[in-house]
């Protein structure tokens, strides 16, 4: 099984290769077009800013690429919100695949800290992503901005509001979450996307 991690300059490119290599499966981290095309399984990691990401991917025309991929697609955070139509982040055009609208986190009371950093439950799960999780799973966020709930949405978690943890749509998957840090939920989630979707 060929799988690539998606290289953008992204801050948890080498923690998703390092929980992959865990699970006994080597990725290639390329942002090369060819590579991307031919690989089994696809992983869109992120952690850095929508409108920069954004310009880093038409520029290598990447941004079409991830759009039009067939074979199974996982973003990771910034990746799950440029899978989406627009981010508040700098007001950004994105990738389109799901028809939604990216928002930041307004925080109404003096304990609601923006960035949401921590662990969290997951609740509404559905989906081959979702499989084989306990109830209440807990998993780590670290992010600003959050994908509202949705028809697409494949489980989701309470900060300040109920708001979008993973997402699901076709052969697109894609969790707020990090599960390469998330333990071993995050290690079943990966294993779903690898092994058995």
């Known amino acids: 099984m060929k799988t690539v991690i998606i290289d953008y300059n992204a801050g948890n490119i080498r923690s998703v290769a390092n929980a992959l290599h865990r699970l006994d499966v080597e990725s290639v981290i390329t942002s090369d077009p060819r590579l991307i095309l031919e690989a089994d399984k696809v992983i869109f990691p992120g952690v850095g800013e929508a409108a920069t990401t954004m310009s880093f991917l038409r520029e290598r025309g990447l941004d079409s690429l991830i759009r039009d991929l067939k074979q199974p697609v ?36 003096h304990e609601d800290k923006v960035p949401h950093m921590g662990w969290n439950t ?44 993973a997402i699901q749509q076709d052969n697109f998957f894609a969790t707020q979450f990090h599960p390469e840090k998330s333990g071993t939920i995050g290690e079943q989630i990966l294993k779903n996307f690898l092994f058995k979707i």
């Open 74 to 109: 996982l973003g990771i955070c910034l990746g799950m919100q440029l899978m989406c139509r627009h981010s508040e982040e700098g007001d950004t055009d994105c990738l389109g695949i799901f028809d939604a609208v990216v928002k930041r986190f307004v925080n109404h009371r």
């Open 122 to 165: 997951l609740y509404n799960m559905k989906g081959a992503l979702m499989e084989g999780l306990p109830a209440d799973p807990y998993v780590y966020f670290v992010h600003s901005y959050y994908v509202p709930v949705g028809n697409y949405t494949a489980a989701i978690t309470d900060y300040i509001q109920p708001f979008s943890a």
